[in-house]
């Protein structure tokens, strides 16, 4: 249930982290600063050592384009990708006929981004959307179920809302996890939780950054999130 961000400007620091840890423990999740750097090879890498990898480079193109990104990312086998939701209807729905449903034996889960969560009300505003936060994360949900994607990435602070909107097997992937020491203004994340809160309100997978690699004993660290969330 928790993905890691591994959010290291090369391979050789990411596979630092990766050797160390199991796959039992954690699936991990390469953005756009890795895979910008080390490609489709450190994906396989990954995969090759049992860990599901979800793809964070969130499309958000003409659907042509973004159907094509999204048929290779399948090809390579990934467990999850994602694209931007406010894409909108029509590139959505390219999205979904690009990636096949996933079934029992595997597959790739297609998720939307709904509002980042660094962004608030007031940056919300300064790019138009005159809906608050949470009104737009519903309204960008609700297409995306429209659409019959698998989930989407929300803030903790918005998974019971929109389980309220989907049906019962559509995944929240949440991003915006502070473990409750951490100082949440010293940071560009806004819509916070602590990862024990964005359990109980019923999040399906936490995406941990920072908290986890910026740590002095990145290990350490993950495992006692674990903890923290089964006790
Ligand atoms: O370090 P931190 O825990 O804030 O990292 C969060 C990770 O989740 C980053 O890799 C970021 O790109 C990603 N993410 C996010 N908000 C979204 C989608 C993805 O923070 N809406």
Redesign the pocket.
Known sequence: MIIT?L?YPNAKTALEFVDKVDPTLTRL?V??ELFTCAGPGLVEQLQTKGFDVFL?L?FHDIPNTVAGALRVAASMGVWMV?VHASGGPRMLEAARAAVPLAGENGGTRLIA??????MDDTELKRIGVEHNAQEQVNALASLTVEQGLDGV???PMEVVQIRSLAPANFLT?T????PASANVNN???RRVMTPADAVKAGSNYL????????SSNPIDALQNIIEQISS
């Open positions: 961000a959010d999740k953005g756009k964070d969130k994602n981004v709904t509002v980042l969560t660094s990435v929300c803030s992937v991003p915006g996890i502070r940071d560009d994340q995406v941990i950054g920072r908290a986890i690699t910026q």
